[in-house]
């Protein structure tokens, strides 16, 4: 088993397939650039999503996360917290989310 700064680095690695809390997974930077750009004209202008965690297996790898957005204009003065978790699997060199969990 690797650590979970080796679990990290492959997950930034992988650019084809990336998790992002939302209603869909994002494919790639462009699509990830356009789904933060659709919370920001929501009104949601901060957003922070930190692994506070990260395990890695053979062609899987576990970690978790906390997200916060703080908004502005119609949302100014509110903000949004939680806890998510992953599980992704390695599938033709891609890596895939099998799971996620959100609270």
């Given at each position: 088993m690797r650590g979970a700064a080796e679990?990290?680095?492959?997950?930034?690695?992988?650019?084809?397939?990336?998790?992002?809390?939302?209603?869909?997974l994002a494919s790639g930077q462009e699509e990830i650039r356009r789904?933060?750009?659709?919370?920001?004209?929501?009104?949601?202008?901060?957003?922070?999503?930190?692994v506070v965690d990260a395990r890695a297996l053979p062609g899987v790898v576990i970690f978790a996360s906390k997200f916060?957005?703080?908004?502005?204009?119609?949302?100014?003065g509110k903000s949004l917290s939680g806890k998510s978790s992953y599980a992704l699997s390695r599938v033709g060199g891609e890596w895939l989310a099998a799971m996620h969990t959100a609270a």
């Amino acid at each position: 088993m690797r650590g979970a700064a080796e679990a990290r680095q492959a997950l930034r690695g992988s650019t084809r397939r990336t998790p992002f809390w939302s209603d869909r997974l994002a494919s790639g930077q462009e699509e990830i650039r356009r789904a933060l750009g659709g919370l920001h004209q929501a009104g949601w202008t901060t957003v922070a999503i930190d692994v506070v965690d990260a395990r890695a297996l053979p062609g899987v790898v576990i970690f978790a996360s906390k997200f916060n957005a703080h908004g502005s204009g119609a949302l100014a003065g509110k903000s949004l917290s939680g806890k998510s978790s992953y599980a992704l699997s390695r599938v033709g060199g891609e890596w895939l989310a099998a799971m996620h969990t959100a609270a």
